[in-house]
T-cell receptor
Framework: GNSVTQMEGPVTLSEEAFLTINCTYT??????LFWYVQYPGEGLQLLLK?????DKGSNKGFEATYRKETTSFHLEKGSVQVSDSAVYFC????????????FGDGTTLTVKP | DVKVTQSSRYLVKRTGEKVFLECVQD?????MFWYRQDPGLGLRLIYF???????EKGDIPEGYSVSREKKERFSLILESASTNQTSMYLC?????????????FGPGTRLTVT
């Protein structure tokens, strides 16, 4: 089956620190990969995505590169802000119509001033 | 702007009640999903629907049913609510065509069953 394993949290950083949240996956087919973010009291929202190997997704200073050889999609940001405090979910979806998504367990990030 | 709305943000029900959670999307998306989110367990798929009147069981369908009579609306039904169904329920939709598998989530319904 498919699975997503992401770095356990919680992660606490100081403002302007470098962020990495690791994500690795196993998939029976050829997936698209996603990072979603969930702010307190809200639903998930798409942060970035990559649909094929070597694609780099980016948004709001966050980046992740689809690495087929290491089956990874690590999330990075060069300088975090307090407003980045949230829960981050890595996810995959097989590239077939009606393909279900598989989510990681989420990593809680707290950024302190 | 893409929008998924859920009928309630907070809901308190009694054990044994029949509970309806409504989800509406305005993006003409084919696929819709219901998840529950619990601390330490992440998101778990309850049911999904890839088109009107179609439904598929997810990973934890027991105690739930769904209805999709119109493309924009996907309802989750708890036939007889139990305390172990206290959770955050998230609805999502997506277009379902190649290259468009990102999901759009509603704000969630926090259900408490007493």
């Amino acid at each position: 089956g498919n699975s997503v394993t992401q770095m356990e949290g919680p992660v606490t950083l100081s403002e302007e620190a470098f962020l990495t949240i690791n994500c690795t996956y196993t998939a029976t087919g050829y997936p698209s990969l996603f990072w979603y973010v969930q702010y307190p009291g809200e639903g998930l929202q798409l942060l970035l995505k990559a649909t094929k190997a070597d694609d780099k997704g980016s948004n709001k200073g966050f980046e992740a590169t689809y690495r087929k050889e290491t089956t990874s999609f690590h999330l990075e940001k060069g300088s975090v802000q307090v407003s980045d405090s949230a829960v981050y979910f890595c996810a995959l979806t097989l590239n077939t119509n009606a393909g279900k998504s598989t989510f990681g367990d989420g990593t809680t990030l707290t950024v302190k001033p | 702007d893409v929008k998924v709305t859920q009928s309630s943000r907070y809901l308190v029900k009694r054990t044994g009640e029949k509970v309806f959670l409504e989800c509406v999307q305005d993006m003409d998306h084919e696929n819709m999903f219901w998840y529950r989110q619990d601390p330490g367990l992440g998101l778990r798929l309850i049911y999904f629907s890839y088109d009107v009147k179609m439904k598929e069981k997810g990973d934890i369908p027991e105690g739930y049913s769904v209805s999709r009579e119109k493309k924009e609306r996907f309802s989750l039904i708890l036939e007889s609510a139990s305390t172990n169904q206290t959770s955050m329920y998230l609805c999502a939709s997506r277009k379902g065509t190649a290259g468009s598998y990102e999901q759009y989530f509603g704000p969630g319904t926090r259900l408490t069953v007493t």
